[in-house]
C-alpha cells in the first residue's frame, strides 16, 4: 500500500464513519413522521460542515430535504455520484426487536436503516471528508446525495433528476456486502378490481362471483403468461416476475361476492415497458370477462406506489468506467474479485441512469436478508470497508478522461 493511501484510510477511520452511523440510526426517518428525513439530513449535513465541507439542503417537500454535497479537484475530470437514501421503513408491528438503538456489540451496529441504508451513508460521508482532508482528488469531482423516499415514491430521486443533475457515473449503495452489482430488475404493483354481481349464497347462478372471476385469472397468468417470461430472461438479470400478494372479496359465506381486488408486483427485464407489460394483463381480463359475461374488470397502479416516473429495470455493462472503477477498487481493497451480480430489490438507481442519463452500479454494506427485519444490523467492518471503497473508487474515476 502506497503512503498516499495509508493517509487516506487513517484520514477516513478518523472521520468515524461508526459514530456516525449509530447517531444516524438513532433518528427515526420512516413514513408516517412529520419532516421524516430531514432530522437525518441536518446530522449529515452538520458532519460533514464540520469537517470543512460545503453542503445544500433543497426540500422537495416541506420539512423533507435532499442533502448534495460536492468535492471538486483543481483540474477537471469526470462526475461521480454517490447516492443513498435518508429514509427507513417503520419498525415491525409485532417485534420492534434492536428498534432505533445504534448500540455497537459483537462487531456490528443495530438499528433499523442500518443496513437500509445508513451505514452506507455513514461510509459515503466519511469517504468525502477522507478525500478532502487527504486532498486525494486531484481531478474531476465526486457529489454525495443523500434523497429522501426511495422506500415509497421515490420523490427524492425524482427531484434529482427533474432539477437536470449531471453525472458521469454513479454508485448507489444498498446492501451488497460490499459486492459490486451491474443492475436490477423494474418493479411496477399493480391492481387488478373484479366487479361481479350479488346474490344469494343458495342460488349462484343467479350472480356473477367476483372471486371466481379473480381465481380464474390468477390461473390464465399462472399457464399463459407466466411460461412465456423464460423467453425473455435476461443474461444477468433473469426473467421477469409476477407475484401476487394480496387478495380482498366478498362479504359474507352466503353471499356471491360482488367485488374482488388483487395486487400482484411485477419485475421487469430490459426490453419490457409498462405498456407492454399491461397490454398482456389487459388481455388476460379481457378474456375473463367473455367467459363471465356481466363481469367488469380493471387494472391501474396501486397507488402511492410511485410518484411520476416508471420504476425501470437498471443495467450497466460491466466494461462501463464506473463499473470498471468500483471493481478496480474492490480489486485494490480486497485483493480478489467475486463476479458482479444483479441486485434483487428494485433502487433508486434506476431512475438516474434512465431519466438522468447517469450509468449507475449499486455497491453497499449490509446484508439484504437483515434489512427491513426486528434484527437488523451491519457489521462494522464493512461500513468501513466501505468508506475505503467509495474513496477508491472515486479516484480511479473521477481522474479520467472526461
Known amino acids: 500500500m ?3 493511501r495509508q493517509e487516506l484510510f487513517e484520514v477516513i477511520d478518523q472521520a468515524d464513519p461508526i459514530k456516525l452511523l449509530g447517531e444516524l440510526i438513532r433518528i427515526p426517518s420512516h413514513r408516517g413522521l412529520e419532516r421524516q ?3 437525518v439530513a441536518r446530522a449529515l449535513a452538520r458532519y460533514l460542515g464540520s469537517h470543512g465541507l460545503a453542503v445544500r439542503l433543497e426540500e422537495v417537500v416541506e420539512g423533507r430535504p435532499n442533502l448534495t454535497c460536492t468535492l471538486e479537484g483543481e483540474e477537471r475530470g469526470r462526475h461521480l455520484l454517490l447516492c443513498g437514501h435518508t429514509d427507513t421503513v417503520p419498525l415491525n408491528e409485532d417485534d420492534e426487536g434492536v428498534g432505533f438503538s445504534g448500540l455497537v456489540r459483537n462487531g456490528k451496529i443495530e438499528g433499523r436503516g442500518s443496513v437500509d441504508m445508513k451505514g452506507a451513508l455513514a461510509a459515503m460521508a466519511a469517504a468525502m471528508v477522507g478525500l478532502h482532508k487527504a486532498d486525494a482528488l486531484p481531478r474531476g469531482k465526486v457529489t454525495l446525495a443523500a434523497i429522501i423516499d426511495e422506500e415509497m415514491e421515490s420523490l427524492g430521486a425524482e427531484h434529482l433528476v427533474a432539477s437536470g443533475f449531471q453525472a458521469d457515473g454513479a454508485i448507489v449503495g444498498e446492501p451488497t456486502e460490499n459486492r459490486l452489482s451491474l443492475g436490477h430488475k423494474g ?8 366487479q361481479g354481481k350479488a346474490a344469494h349464497g343458495g342460488t349462484p347462478r343467479s350472480g356473477i362471483n367476483a372471486i371466481d372471476a379473480a ?3 390468477i390461473e390464465l397468468v399462472r399457464t399463459e403468461l407466466v411460461p412465456r417470461f423464460s423467453e425473455r430472461a435476461d443474461e444477468l438479470l433473469g426473467p421477469p416476475t409476477l407475484n401476487f400478494g394480496t387478495i380482498r372479496g366478498g362479504d359474507q359465506p352466503s353471499t356471491v361476492a360482488a367485488n374482488c381486488t388483487l395486487t400482484a ?3 421487469s ?6 405498456e407492454s407489460m399491461t397490454q398482456e394483463l389487459r388481455a388476460l381480463l379481457d378474456q375473463v370477462e367473455r367467459e363471465m359475461p356481466g363481469l367488469l374488470a380493471g387494472l391501474v397502479r396501486v397507488p402511492g406506489g410511485m410518484a411520476t416516473l416508471e420504476h425501470v429495470a437498471l443495467k450497466t455493462e460491466a466494461d462501463h468506467p464506473v463499473a470498471e472503477s468500483t471493481t478496480n477498487a474492490i480489486q485494490e481493497l480486497y485483493g480478489a474479485l467475486g463476479e458482479p451480480g444483479d441486485f434483487p430489490a428494485w433502487t433508486d438507481g434506476a431512475l438516474l441512469a434512465e431519466f438522468g442519463g447517469i450509468p449507475t452500479v449499486i455497491l453497499g454494506p449490509g446484508n439484504l436478508q437483515l434489512a427491513h427485519s426486528p434484527r437488523e444490523a451491519i457489521e462494522e ?3 468501513l470497508e466501505a468508506a475505503r471503497l467509495y474513496a477508491l473508487a472515486a479516484l480511479d474515476f473521477c481522474p479520467g478522461a472526461e
Open 187 to 194: 418493479l411496477e404493483w399493480l391492481e387488478f378490481r373484479f
Open 215 to 217: 381465481a380464474r385469472f
Open 381 to 383: 467492518d464493512q461500513v
Open 2 to 4: 502506497t503512503q498516499s
Open 269 to 274: 427485464v430490459p426490453g419490457e415497458t409498462f
Open 37 to 39: 428525513e430531514e432530522g
Open 265 to 267: 408486483d411485477r419485475r
